[in-house]
């Protein structure tokens, strides 16, 4: 809420105190009148017009000449309104001073109009002051002993201190809101900073690991065409900035139909390069539900997978298969090979912590294990899906139980 509208908010609420004074000042002089006929109250009644006009018009414009305007006149006229009680036989107000009190503190709510504290302060006093004044000249002009109003002067301090906490709790928010500014970004920016660190984290692990094992397989000191151009395609990451920024979704939604343009798929053929036999089944449809981001990371989660099988399963076999339903797609590696047990697993093994479960955790996915020493392991990725909807059957889900080529 800006300042500005704090004002305002402020002004209407000692502006709707000030109508309600008057208006209570009104319903009790014609009832003074009613009750005691005769009196002659109408030119009080008379008084109270003008203020009410004023008032509206001070209210309407918040012009500070309106506001000067009701100050003079409603101290005219709260005069007039005193006068006119004190010249009753006997005066009426000596039983009823609360009557009194309410064109008064009227005046005093012309505080209303000035947008800061000063100003508010001043105003209020001048209409403290206005009043006294104007009551004081009609006891001398009635001949009546003048004494001290403590409703009166009970509003004005009471408006006074809402005037200075207001404006003092104000400040203080002021010098809240840039601390809890700094708070969120700082929070904004930890967050940014821990994504950033796990993925670089994660991807210079898969990078290493895999230019190691490709160098390690090598024979003859040479490199396979394939591997030689994976290992300069991710130096190349590795030195330049592309891996700061997101993949850009995908614009044409045809591109993704496709299962051999697929990062998974490309995932599988850089494992199979490396000398790992892999069986692919499932609905292979499910990839054109991701968008770039989750296919990415759900492709590099699953040739760590692979990476891992190759490395310490014992084996040369694994099979990937991928799974469609309503809100998510799975994709699951399996391997009949050695097994082991997550939580034995050393400190420093980063594969299956950093490299599949933080990756995945981080596009808001799941990653759950399966691995028994001995009888080997199965890892299931879920990622979200792009579309709720997905075709009820399909010639690759029908077929699920077949394999595909993927070299």
């Known amino acids: 809420m800006t300042q500005r509208t704090v004002s305002r908010s402020f002004g209407r609420a000692l502006n709707a105190v000030a109508y309600t004074c008057l208006f209570a000042a009104l319903v009790s002089t014609v009832a003074f009148q009613f009750f005691r006929p005769s009196t002659v109250l109408w030119p009080a009644i008379a008084a109270i017009a003008p203020m009410l006009v004023l008032l509206y018009l001070s209210a309407r414009t918040r012009d500070t000449l309106y506001s000067i305007a009701y100050l003079l006149v409603g101290a005219a006229c709260t005069y007039w309104f005193a006068v006119t009680y004190y010249s009753q036989d006997p005066p009426i107000l000596e039983s009823d001073v609360f009557t009194l009190a309410l064109p008064k503190i009227a005046l005093i709510m012309v505080g209303g109009s000035a947008p800061h504290i000063i100003p508010r302060l001043a105003w209020c006093t001048a209409g403290y002051l206005a009043a006294e004044l104007a009551v004081g000249a009609a006891f001398v002009v009635t001949g009546q002993r003048w004494e001290f109003e403590v409703t009166t002067f009970l509003a004005y301090a009471v408006t006074s201190l809402i005037f200075i906490v207001g404006s003092l709790s104000r400040r203080s928010s002021r010098r ?20 950033l660190e796990v993925k670089a984290a994660s991807l210079l692990h898969d990078t290493v690991l895999s230019h190691l094992a490709a160098i390690a397989g090598s024979v003859d000191d040479t490199l396979d065409p394939l591997l030689r151009t994976q290992v300069e395609r991710d130096l190349g990451i590795l030195i330049g900035e ?3 920024t997101e993949p850009e979704p995908e614009t044409d939604p045809r591109m993704r139909q496709r299962w051999e343009q697929s990062p998974l798929f490309l995932a599988i053929a850089e494992s199979r390069a490396l000398g790992l036999e892999v069986a692919c089944t499932g609905d292979f449809e499910a990839m054109s539900r991701l968008d770039a981001q989750v296919s990415v990371s759900l492709a590099l989660a699953a040739k760590q997978c692979l990476y891992n099988v190759l ?5 040369t076999r694994a099979e990937v298969a991928v799974f469609n339903s309503e809100s998510e797609v799975s994709v699951m590696v399996i391997d009949a090979g050695r097994g082991f047990s997550e939580a034995e697993t050393a400190p420093d093994r980063l594969g299956i912590r950093q490299s599949v479960r933080q990756r995945i955790e981080e596009v808001g996915g799941v990653v759950q294990i399966w691995s028994t020493p001995g009888r080997g392991t199965s890892i299931m990725i879920r990622v979200p899906a792009l579309s709720s909807s997905f075709p009820s059957s399909s010639p690759s889900s029908s077929e699920g139980s077949s394999e595909v080529d993927v070299s």
């Open 176 to 195: 809240t809101q840039p601390m809890l500014h700094r708070a969120a970004r700082d929070e904004q920016l930890g967050a940014m900073r821990h994504r």
């Open 242 to 244: 592309e891996w700061l």
């Open 311 to 315: 490395r310490h399963s014992g084996l």
